[in-house]
């Protein structure tokens, strides 16, 4: 019983320090619990991919958009997820890769950026303070 009482104050004292956070997909379905980067929960079942529509375009701009997405995931310069788009027949993702692995000449910090056809949008976070 007095095991079962520490482990709640300890609960308590981290979520009051601020040091509990979660993350969810686009869709708000929790995708991982814990401290902030010690994970201790994650979900099992990926995100499903997401459509154009999904991933802030218009249905209009949607139907203009064809072909792999340059994704630029964030790094320690830019705490943003970069997707880079291409009009249907102008689609140089291969290329533009090519250039940013040239300027970054090897030396991210981060994971690297890649093309898709079915890029997924970057998980939400959250972090909680509790009375």
Known sequence: MRRAVLVVVAICCCALAGCFEWSEDQSGNLKSVGFPGIPVWQ?????????FTDMALTPDQASK?????????????????????????????????????????????????????TPAPPPAKGTAFVF
């Open 65 to 117: 958009v064809s072909g792999p997405v340059l994704v630029v995931p964030p790094d320690q310069s830019n705490q943003l997820t970069r997707y880079r788009y291409y009009q249907t027949g102008q689609n140089t993702c291969q290329q533009d890769l090519a250039k940013l692995r040239a300027e970054n000449g090897g030396n991210s910090s981060g994971p690297a950026p890649y093309c898709t056809e």
């Open 43 to 51: 979900a099992k079942k990926p995100s499903p991919p997401e459509g």
